[in-house]
Protein backbone atom coordinates (compact mmCIF):
# COMPACT_ATOMS: atom_id res chain seq x y z
CA UNK A 1 0.00 0.00 0.00
CA UNK A 2 1.72 3.44 -0.82
CA UNK A 3 1.29 5.62 1.60
CA UNK A 4 3.02 9.54 1.67
CA UNK A 5 3.23 11.61 5.00
CA UNK A 6 4.07 14.98 4.86
CA UNK A 7 5.04 17.36 7.63
CA UNK A 8 7.09 20.41 8.26
CA UNK A 9 4.18 22.68 7.73
CA UNK A 10 2.82 25.98 9.88
CA UNK A 11 2.44 29.50 10.19
CA UNK A 12 5.38 31.72 8.92
CA UNK A 13 6.00 35.71 8.45
CA UNK A 14 6.65 36.52 5.16
CA UNK A 15 9.97 35.84 3.67
CA UNK A 16 10.65 33.54 5.83
CA UNK A 17 11.29 29.42 5.84
CA UNK A 18 10.39 26.17 5.87
CA UNK A 19 10.94 22.52 5.43
CA UNK A 20 8.86 20.18 4.00
CA UNK A 21 9.34 16.48 4.15
CA UNK A 22 7.39 13.48 2.74
CA UNK A 23 7.94 10.23 3.86
CA UNK A 24 7.75 7.25 1.58
CA UNK A 25 6.62 3.82 2.28
CA UNK A 26 4.90 0.59 -0.29
CA UNK A 27 6.26 1.23 -3.20
CA UNK A 28 10.25 1.44 -4.28
CA UNK A 29 10.68 5.22 -3.92
CA UNK A 30 14.09 5.65 -5.93
CA UNK A 31 12.17 4.74 -9.05
CA UNK A 32 9.87 7.18 -9.18
CA UNK A 33 9.72 10.86 -10.45
CA UNK A 34 8.44 12.68 -7.46
CA UNK A 35 6.26 15.88 -6.91
CA UNK A 36 5.30 18.73 -4.55
CA UNK A 37 1.87 20.38 -5.59
CA UNK A 38 -0.08 22.75 -3.50
CA UNK A 39 -3.82 23.95 -3.57
CA UNK A 40 -4.83 27.16 -2.17
CA UNK A 41 -8.05 27.73 -0.53
CA UNK A 42 -10.88 27.87 -3.24
CA UNK A 43 -8.06 27.20 -6.17
CA UNK A 44 -7.38 23.67 -8.21
CA UNK A 45 -4.06 22.09 -7.40
CA UNK A 46 -1.01 23.96 -8.98
CA UNK A 47 2.19 21.38 -9.38
CA UNK A 48 4.98 23.55 -7.93
CA UNK A 49 8.25 21.00 -8.41
CA UNK A 50 9.45 17.48 -9.39
CA UNK A 51 12.48 15.45 -9.58
CA UNK A 52 13.22 12.25 -11.56
CA UNK A 53 14.73 9.48 -10.43
CA UNK A 54 18.56 11.25 -12.18
CA UNK A 55 17.86 13.98 -9.47
CA UNK A 56 16.96 16.19 -12.10
CA UNK A 57 14.58 19.42 -10.50
CA UNK A 58 11.47 21.28 -12.22
CA UNK A 59 9.84 24.02 -10.63
CA UNK A 60 7.26 26.67 -11.69
CA UNK A 61 7.80 29.68 -12.17
CA UNK A 62 6.66 31.52 -9.50
CA UNK A 63 9.19 29.49 -7.29
CA UNK A 64 12.16 29.34 -9.12
CA UNK A 65 14.68 30.46 -6.79
CA UNK A 66 13.01 30.25 -3.72
CA UNK A 67 12.47 26.63 -3.44
CA UNK A 68 14.57 23.64 -3.76
CA UNK A 69 13.15 20.13 -4.00
CA UNK A 70 15.40 16.98 -2.98
CA UNK A 71 15.37 13.25 -2.05
CA UNK A 72 17.07 11.54 0.16
CA UNK A 73 16.63 7.41 -1.30
CA UNK A 74 18.65 6.08 1.48
CA UNK A 75 15.78 7.22 3.95
CA UNK A 76 12.56 7.39 1.49
CA UNK A 77 12.01 10.81 1.85
CA UNK A 78 11.14 13.79 -0.18
CA UNK A 79 12.29 17.58 0.89
CA UNK A 80 11.07 20.93 -0.25
CA UNK A 81 13.24 23.99 1.38
CA UNK A 82 10.83 26.80 0.58
CA UNK A 83 12.79 30.00 1.17
CA UNK A 84 11.58 33.78 1.07
CA UNK A 85 8.19 32.56 1.59
CA UNK A 86 5.16 35.02 0.16
CA UNK A 87 1.21 35.28 1.11
CA UNK A 88 0.81 34.09 -2.00
CA UNK A 89 2.89 30.47 -1.35
CA UNK A 90 -0.30 29.59 1.47
CA UNK A 91 -1.99 26.61 0.57
CA UNK A 92 -2.08 23.02 1.76
CA UNK A 93 1.14 21.11 0.25
CA UNK A 94 0.87 17.62 -0.91
CA UNK A 95 3.61 15.31 -2.31
CA UNK A 96 2.33 13.20 -5.38
CA UNK A 97 4.29 10.32 -7.21
CA UNK A 98 4.76 11.26 -10.73
CA UNK A 99 5.42 14.70 -12.75
CA UNK A 100 4.22 17.77 -13.34
CA UNK A 101 1.76 16.46 -16.26
CA UNK A 102 0.73 13.25 -14.47
CA UNK A 103 0.78 12.93 -11.10
CA UNK A 104 -0.94 11.23 -7.65
CA UNK A 105 -1.76 12.21 -4.53
CA UNK A 106 -1.67 10.09 -1.58
CA UNK A 107 -1.22 11.94 1.39
CA UNK A 108 -2.73 14.29 3.46
CA UNK A 109 -0.72 17.37 3.11
CA UNK A 110 0.68 19.58 5.21
CA UNK A 111 -0.81 23.38 5.50
CA UNK A 112 1.53 26.46 4.96
CA UNK A 113 0.14 29.59 6.00
CA UNK A 114 2.29 33.22 5.27
CA UNK A 115 1.44 35.92 7.21
CA UNK A 116 2.08 39.18 9.03
Known amino acids: EVQLVESGGGMVQPGGSLRLSCAAS????????MSWVRQAPGKGPEWVSS???????YYVDSVKGRFTISRDNAKNTLYLQMNSLKPEDTALYFC??????????WGQGTQVTVSS
Open 26 to 33: GFTFSNYI
Open 96 to 105: ATGSSTSWKR
Open 51 to 57: INIAGTT
